[in-house]
């Protein structure tokens, strides 16, 4: 690759990962990030609500079933205008590599699916640079489902349950997430994700990553 060029203004490079819970996202970012290090690039990771100022705040409600549509959007959007003033812009502007596990590409499927007017989500975003790689890892819903049963278990948001697409667990995250997978579908194009078969070895995956982050290394940008 020649003549890379940042999609934003700061000094450091912006590396997403976004997919379904479940997708692999954290397995690849904890691989993407010891690659870098032997490397010895600088790397920053943040994870999506993470916020010490917010976090708490929307876990509290959630437990609570205290968010609406409206209030879910905005508490996660202050979420993430916290970590990109306090961590994010920060570690760029010092050259960092930036892994995240997940962007605001998230807040457009989920915020979309439990009826937000996209344009509305996409203005509220607004501030938040554009990265220079966009990982997406493509998961089928029912292979989903199974490595969920089989680690964590349904949650009651990651259903859909406050949407009230069924009272069915299964069937509102069948719902739910065929409905965020298509938001995600979506945006492929729009925002240019490296879309990866999330069904793939966690190794094939991780060596589909380093290819694409290599590349863009292989041209001096940090150096
Ligand atoms: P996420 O961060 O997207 O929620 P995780 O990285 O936590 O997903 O992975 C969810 C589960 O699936 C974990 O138990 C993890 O070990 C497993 N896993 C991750 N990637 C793969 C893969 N490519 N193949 C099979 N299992 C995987």
Redesign the pocket.
């Known amino acids: 690759m020649e003549n890379f060029k940042r999609k934003h203004d700061y000094e450091g490079l912006l590396v997403v990962i976004e997919?379904t819970?479940?997708?692999?996202?954290?397995?690849?970012l904890e691989l993407l990030k010891r690659y870098m290090q032997d490397m010895s690039y600088g790397v920053m990771v943040s994870e999506w609500k993470t916020s010490r100022l917010i976090a708490k705040v929307i876990d509290e409600a959630k437990e609570r079933n205290l968010l609406n549509a409206s209030t879910y959007s905005l508490l996660y959007a202050a979420d993430f205008a916290d970590r990109l003033e306090n961590q994010i812009i920060p570690a760029l502007n010092a050259g960092f590599i930036v892994l995240l596990?997940r962007y605001y590409y998230t807040a457009l499927a989920r915020d979309v699916v439990r009826g937000q007017d996209i344009e509305w989500v996409k203005n509220l975003y607004e501030f938040a640079p554009e990265p220079d790689l966009v990982f997406y890892?493509d998961m089928p819903v029912d292979i989903l489902l199974k490595?969920i049963i089989g680690?964590t278990g349904l949650d009651f948001y990651e259903s859909g349950r406050d949407v009230g697409f069924s009272t069915d667990f299964y069937k509102s995250f069948e719902i739910y997430q065929n409905r965020c997978l298509e938001e995600y579908n979506r945006m492929k194009s729009e925002y240019g994700f490296i879309s990866i078969d999330?069904t793939?070895?966690?190794e094939e995956?991780h060596n589909e990553m380093k290819h694409h982050v290599q590349e863009i290394l292989d041209t001096g940008i940090l150096d």
């Open positions: 997919g819970d479940g997708s692999g996202k954290s397995t690849q596990d890892l490595r680690t999330g793939k070895s966690i995956i």
